[in-house]
């Protein structure tokens, strides 16, 4: 039995995937729920088990094909009685009866179409496509077909230099090609003049309403008439590079966040030799012995901690309720850039680590970010969020917030400067942290406050213990 595998909504309202690579070829014997092909989606790359044992017989969209959610992407030739991942349940008559009424019906046989003879033009339409266990319109465009009228040929004016006009054949009308750069002229007397270096715009037609005919241009030719200048533009190498996938998605999003909220961003430089200090320690204890300890962590604990401190900087905007929801729980975005584009995975209910436990959870996230397999549930409900530009040698920078939320840190390169130690002048590790945050929600005395008890944190490390 042929069965045919059609691309799913991997839970994140998708209408369309980008096939990434397949795992198999026809001919190859699959297992139920054997990885078969990688989809890359609007905000990661997912792979796709196979619901059936069998044997595939058809690849049916290429590698960089994008697919429609619906559409078959791969056939599997099953055996009676094989065996069968659970799969999705039916389609309701209900659903099925929506979505045949939501396929646009042909007009009557012998009716005139919307749009001919002067009647308002066609909207478009657009097929129903069924998503998951719903019906959405779907990426299929149709328009109804356009029937002949009787009596009434279907392209009236297929030929105009054959129209009759009081019994002869009126001169054929000159079209908005034509008159391009001010000059009446058919395009096969432009390529004419092109061809015999005769500059058009120098001459007088001879022609109906003053078009210029061939035989002026070739009048033109015989007397000399000044060539045409040619002025070839020099040729530019470049590039171009499909905006899609999480690129697309990452640059929608940042769009749509720098023209909703009104940012501010904050900058605080700060002597941060005691958090390296730390840092190293951390490192020989027992506990941290399988992880990765780097200044980040002590970053991310100082947040956590400052948000304990001052909640309304963990919030969203309600624009529908009019409302500012304030977050009780806090679920760490951290800003990682991958081959595909910026993502930004959230460590959840980050609050509640300790802080070996937050050391594991971000090493989990940066390695997984890094390696493209992100999973779309793990950049969702992020509500706060830290990017870290000193890893590209950066000292500072005006980050614009992750959508739903109300406010990113920015942590600048750690690097050796002169600072003033009780009063003398002194080589010390430092950084600048840059806070951006949405003024509706976050007025200037709490951004400045969550900066500056974040920079207390990092520059002297026991107000981590003092304050959590």
Same mark, same amino acid.
């Given at each position: #039995?042929?069965?045919?595998?059609?691309?799913?909504?991997?839970? +994140?309202?998708?209408?369309?995937?980008?096939?990434?690579?397949?795992?198999?070829?026809?001919?190859?014997?699959?297992?139920?729920?054997?990885?078969?092909?990688?989809?890359?989606?609007?905000?990661?790359?997912?792979?796709?088990?196979?619901?059936?044992?069998?044997?595939?017989?058809?690849?049916?969209? +290429?590698? &960089?094909?994008?697919?429609?959610?619906?559409?078959?992407?791969?056939?599997?030739?099953?055996?009676?009685?094989?065996?069968?991942?659970? +799969?999705?349940?039916?389609?309701?008559?209900?659903?099925?009866?929506?979505?045949?009424?939501?396929?646009?019906?042909?007009?009557?046989?012998?009716?005139?179409?919307?749009?001919?003879?002067?009647?308002?033009?066609?909207?478009?339409?657009?097929?129903?496509?069924?998503?998951?266990?719903?019906?959405?319109?779907?990426?299929?465009?149709?328009?109804?077909?356009?029937?002949?009228?009787?009596?009434?040929?279907?392209?009236?004016?297929?030929?105009?230099?054959?129209?009759?006009?009081?019994?002869?054949?009126?001169?054929?009308?000159?079209?908005?090609?034509?008159?391009?750069? &001010?000059?009446?002229?058919?395009?096969?007397?432009?390529?004419?003049?092109?061809?015999?270096?005769?500059?058009?715009?120098?001459?007088?037609?001879?022609?109906?309403?003053?078009?210029?005919?061939?035989?002026?241009? !070739?009048?033109?030719?015989?007397?000399?008439?000044?060539?045409?200048?040619? /002025?070839? /533009?020099?040729?530019?190498?470049?590039?171009?590079?499909?905006?899609?996938?999480?690129?697309? #998605?990452?640059?929608?999003?940042?769009?749509?966040?720098?023209?909703?909220?009104?940012?501010?961003? +904050?900058?605080?430089?700060?002597?941060?030799?005691?958090?390296?200090?730390?840092?190293?320690?951390?490192?020989?204890?027992?506990?941290?012995?399988?992880?990765?300890?780097?200044?980040?962590?002590?970053?991310?604990?100082?947040?956590?901690?400052?948000?304990?401190?001052?909640?309304?900087?963990?919030?969203?905007?309600?624009?529908? /309720?009019?409302?500012?929801?304030? @977050?009780?729980?806090?679920?760490?975005?951290?800003?990682?850039?991958?081959?595909?584009?910026?993502?930004?995975?959230?460590?959840?209910?980050? !609050?509640?680590?300790?802080?070996?436990?937050?050391?594991?959870?971000?090493?989990?996230?940066?390695?997984?970010?890094?390696?493209?397999?992100?999973?779309?549930?793990?950049?969702?409900?992020?509500?706060?969020?830290?990017?870290?530009?000193?890893?590209?040698?950066?000292? /500072?920078?005006?980050?614009?917030?992750?959508?739903?939320?109300?406010?990113?840190?920015?942590?600048?390169?750690?690097?050796?400067?002169?600072?003033?130690?009780?009063?003398?002048?002194?080589?010390? @590790?430092?950084?600048?942290?840059?806070?951006?945050?949405?003024?509706?929600?976050?007025?200037?005395?709490?951004?400045? #406050?969550?900066?500056?008890?974040? &920079?207390?944190?990092?520059?002297?490390?026991?107000?981590?213990?003092?304050?959590?």
């Amino acid at each position: #039995m042929r069965r045919e595998f059609k691309l799913p909504d991997v839970g +994140e309202g998708l209408t369309e995937a980008e096939i990434v690579r397949w795992h198999v070829e026809a001919g190859d014997a699959v297992k139920v729920n054997q990885i078969v092909v990688e989809i890359e989606t609007a905000k990661s790359i997912v792979e796709l088990p196979i619901p059936w044992d069998g044997v595939v017989a058809d690849l049916l969209a +290429e590698a &960089g094909q994008t697919v429609d959610v619906g559409a078959p992407i791969i056939a599997v030739e099953t055996s009676e009685g094989a065996e069968t991942s659970q +799969e999705a349940p039916a389609v309701p008559e209900e659903t099925k009866a929506l979505a045949e009424d939501l396929v646009p019906t042909p007009p009557a046989e012998g009716a005139v179409e919307p749009g001919a003879h002067g009647s308002p033009a066609p909207k478009e339409e657009r097929q129903a496509v069924l998503v998951g266990y719903g019906v959405k319109t779907g990426a299929t465009k149709r328009r109804p077909r356009k029937p002949q009228v009787p009596g009434i040929p279907a392209n009236p004016v297929a030929n105009p230099s054959r129209v009759e006009v009081d019994g002869g054949p009126a001169p054929a009308p000159v079209t908005p090609a034509a008159r391009r750069a &001010g000059v009446l002229a058919k395009p096969p007397v432009r390529k004419l003049a092109k061809d015999l270096g005769v500059d058009l715009s120098a001459l007088t037609g001879t022609g109906p309403e003053g078009s210029i005919t061939r035989a002026d241009v !070739h009048a033109a030719a015989q007397a000399g008439a000044p060539p045409v200048a040619e /002025a070839a /533009a020099p040729e530019r190498p470049e590039e171009r590079i499909p905006v899609k996938g999480v690129r697309r #998605m990452t640059a929608q999003a940042m769009v749509a966040s720098a023209f909703t909220a009104p940012h501010v961003t +904050e900058f605080l430089q700060l002597d941060v030799t005691n958090t390296m200090e730390t840092v190293r320690r951390l490192r020989t204890f027992r506990d941290f012995a399988d992880v990765k300890v780097s200044p980040l962590l002590l970053v991310a604990k100082a947040v956590l901690t400052a948000v304990k401190r001052h909640p309304m900087i963990n919030s969203s905007w309600d624009e529908a /309720a009019q409302e500012i929801v304030v @977050k009780r729980y806090v679920n760490l975005g951290i800003a990682a850039a991958t081959p595909r584009g910026l993502v930004v995975p959230n460590v959840k209910d980050a !609050h509640a680590l300790s802080l070996p436990e937050l050391a594991g959870r971000l090493a989990e996230l940066t390695e997984t970010a890094r390696a493209g397999r992100t999973q779309p549930a793990e950049m969702a409900g992020g509500t706060f969020t830290i990017t870290n530009v000193g890893v590209f040698g950066v000292d /500072a920078g005006t980050p614009i917030l992750n959508p739903g939320e109300a406010a990113i840190l920015a942590v600048g390169q750690i690097r050796d400067m002169p600072w003033v130690v009780d009063g003398e002048l002194a080589v010390r @590790k430092v950084t600048t942290l840059a806070l951006s945050f949405d003024h509706r929600i976050v007025d200037g005395e709490l951004g400045s #406050m969550f900066l500056r008890d974040v &920079g207390d944190m990092l520059e002297d490390p026991l107000h981590l213990l003092a304050w959590s």
